[in-house]
């Protein structure tokens, strides 16, 4: 009996020992579990609060761009302005600005390296900006949003003494806070947030708080009166054999457009830089040359955002000529160092490229547009996934089978270029780009350029 007894002792003893041991793992848990969903809870509010002043932002830039943009059409002496508006941004930046110069490619950097953005960022981008589309500037409005959105979450990060995972993540809700309220696409806006930092990797742990960013920022601005376009894509064609090789077809000029794009900016810049070493004077020829092309053809309408572009493309009234005079007049805007972003211009010559090709390719224009619309911004970007998101939240989903193929083709022939040079390459886009793999997007050009030049 006292064996048996002995038995169940140990036998209790060990199993008291066991459920001592599982209930401090529990508690364990509980308390990790409790840790991270405060910092997760504070992580939100920061996310809501920075989304929320995003949406504002917007409205009022949005809001600024469209009446400048009416002075500028009703005022044709407007255009005058660009000298005195590109030496002026061009001082300001480089005697106040310090790192504000390096702009998007900035907010790249701290998202992934947690690099300081200064607090004066967000309202040179916005005043320089408003500035270059009332002189006439040829560019966008993506760029200023992400720079503000950028600078918003940096310093609010550094407020509240966030680590580096935390500061991250609020980075790159920012980004799509920006992206989502100016183009009130807050499908893309969430992805964009996601991908822009890298070539061929999507940050999904940062997932929920871009989304949660995006969606608020476009709300708030909806709520205040932000009111964005919309164009009817028309009729889908059926998926067959022939829709698919012509959109293949348009995909692949997409992406060597959109090459092309980003080429036209770097060699804009690399002329300037390397024939004129006047920074001030750099910038004064740049806009002189820019107002000598405006009056010289009589390209005054493609100025600013020309959102008549898109318009045009969709209703099949563009011709070849009109993409290519946009390239031109928008890398010697941003190549001389005025303010804007990429992105609206990169619509307006995917969308007119699109119209202008439909019927070659048998395509209803209107869909081809929307086709063109797409690959270009997506090529540019390297954001193939954000570029499918777009097309959901402007187009509907009805054409995704040809969002996908337009976004992918385009994708892969525009290579390891773009107009972020701050892109980290995670995944190589081809066998072919191997070699290029955790290199930034501007290390792979310098490389490749290097290649084609017998050096390497």
């Not at 004066?120 to 040829?138: E, K």
């Not at 990169?346 to 048998?362: K, R």
Request: proline share 3%.
């Amino acid at each position: 009996m006292a064996q048996g007894a002995s038995i169940r002792e140990r036998v209790s003893s060990a199993l008291g020992g066991v459920l001592s041991h599982e209930e401090a793992l529990i508690a364990a848990d509980t308390r990790r579990d409790l840790r991270n969903m405060r910092e997760s809870l504070r992580l939100l509010a920061l996310v809501l609060v920075v989304s929320a002043a995003m949406g504002v932002v917007a409205w009022a830039f949005l809001t600024s761009l469209d009446i400048v943009t009416g002075i500028r059409e009703r005022h044709i002496a407007a255009f005058l302005l660009l000298p005195v508006v590109g030496v002026a941004t061009a001082w300001v930046y480089r005697t106040h600005g310090k790192l504000a110069s390096r702009g998007n490619n900035l907010v790249i950097d701290s998202a992934l390296t947690g690099t300081p953005v200064p607090a004066r960022m967000a309202p040179l981008t916005f005043i320089c900006s408003v500035a270059t589309h009332l002189a006439g500037g040829s560019a966008g409005r993506e760029g200023t949003a992400v720079q503000i959105g950028g600078t918003l979450a940096d310093n609010t990060a550094r407020a509240a003494r966030l680590g580096a995972r935390d500061h991250q993540d609020l980075m790159l809700a920012g980004i799509s806070a920006a992206f989502g309220a100016v183009f009130g696409a807050p499908l893309a806006g969430t992805f964009f947030g996601m991908e822009m930092c890298y070539v061929g990797k999507l940050n999904y742990s940062s997932g929920i708080y871009c989304l949660i960013a995006s969606f608020t920022a476009d709300g708030v601005a909806r709520a205040i009166g932000c009111a964005h376009a919309s164009y009817a894509i028309g009729a889908v064609p059926a998926l067959d054999a022939r829709t698919v090789a012509a959109t293949v077809a348009l995909a692949i000029v997409f992406g060597l457009i959109a090459r092309l794009f980003s080429l036209a900016i770097r060699t804009v810049r690399r002329v300037l830089a390397n024939r004129i070493t006047s920074y001030l004077l750099a910038a004064l020829t740049g806009s002189l040359a820019l107002i000598a092309v405006y009056f010289l053809f009589g390209l005054q309408r493609y100025a600013g955002l020309s959102t008549w572009l898109v318009e045009a493309g969709f209703s099949g009234d563009t011709t070849l000529a009109d993409p290519f005079i946009k390239i031109a007049l928008t890398a010697l805007t941003l190549g001389t160092g005025f303010q804007g972003g990429e992105v609206t211009p990169l619509f307006g010559i995917g969308a007119s490229l699109g119209g202008a090709l439909a019927a070659l390719v048998d395509l209803p224009c209107g869909f081809a547009a929307a086709l063109g619309m797409l690959g270009v911004f997506g090529a540019a970007l390297n954001v193939p996934i954000t570029t499918i998101m777009l097309g959901v939240d402007l187009f509907g989903g009805a054409a995704m089978p040809y969002y996908v193929i337009a976004s992918f083709v385009s994708y892969l022939v525009a290579g390891h270029r773009g107009v972020y040079p701050a892109q980290r390459i995670i995944t190589p886009k081809r066998r072919s780009l191997e070699g290029d793999a955790n290199a930034t997007v501007a290390d792979a050009i310098a490389r490749h350029d290097r290649l084609e030049d017998g050096d390497a």
